[in-house]
């Protein structure tokens, strides 16, 4: 488009291994490929607020089960990455695509899963500390559900 944007394909696989079991040495994995677009600012924008860039894409997340132990979903989402000084921070925000009534496997995983996320990285040196925060925004009691994770 004429707006340095970048195309790009990317997959992670999340593996969580079991090490104290015998029989099941991974109790869970998780497949993530994912199409996205990133659109860098101009410089002006950059030096006025600090946001890098702008990224769109959709995301396809699967534990590889079916049936009752299948967690599938498929999203669109939307980010920006800002930096000021050491501190980069990415807000994402996503929308879950509706599957057709009957076959949606877990209508309600919004529930857990959310909205979005926030994440921050501080850069020092040749290392980096992270920590992500998601909630789903409902804060009734006990309906609240989230995550802080640092990475």
Not at 41 to 67: C, P, R, V, Y
Not at 82 to 106: C, F, K, M, S
């Given at each position: 488009?004429?707006?340095?944007e970048?195309?790009?394909?990317?997959?992670?696989?999340?593996v969580?291994?079991?090490?104290?079991?015998?029989?099941?040495?991974?109790?869970?994995?998780s497949?993530?490929?994912?199409?996205?677009?990133?659109?860098?600012?101009?410089?002006?924008?950059?030096?006025a607020?600090?946001?890098?860039?702008?990224?769109?894409g959709?995301?396809?997340?699967?534990?590889?089960q079916?049936?009752?132990?299948?967690?599938?979903w498929?999203?669109?989402?939307?980010?920006?990455?800002?930096?000021?000084?050491?501190?980069?921070?990415?807000?994402?925000?996503?929308?879950r695509?509706?599957e057709?009534?009957?076959?949606?496997?877990?209508p309600?995983?919004?529930?857990?899963k959310?909205y979005g996320?926030?994440?921050?990285?501080y850069?020092?040196?040749k290392?980096?500390?992270?920590?992500?925060v998601?909630?789903n925004?409902?804060?009734d009691?006990?309906?609240?559900?989230?995550?802080?994770?640092?990475e």
């Amino acid at each position: 488009f004429g707006l340095n944007e970048a195309f790009v394909f990317a997959y992670t696989q999340k593996v969580w291994w079991q090490i104290y079991s015998n029989s099941e040495p991974f109790r869970e994995m998780s497949f993530e490929p994912e199409f996205f677009m990133t659109l860098p600012t101009n410089e002006t924008i950059n030096k006025a607020t600090g946001l890098k860039a702008m990224k769109i894409g959709f995301s396809h997340e699967s534990n590889g089960q079916d049936g009752e132990r299948s967690r599938t979903w498929n999203r669109v989402y939307a980010s920006t990455l800002w930096q000021h000084g050491q501190l980069v921070t990415n807000l994402r925000a996503w929308y879950r695509i509706p599957e057709p009534e009957g076959t949606d496997e877990h209508p309600d995983i919004h529930k857990y899963k959310g909205y979005g996320d926030l994440s921050f990285h501080y850069l020092y040196g040749k290392t980096q500390f992270a920590l992500l925060v998601r909630t789903n925004l409902d804060f009734d009691i006990g309906e609240n559900r989230g995550a802080v994770k640092p990475e």
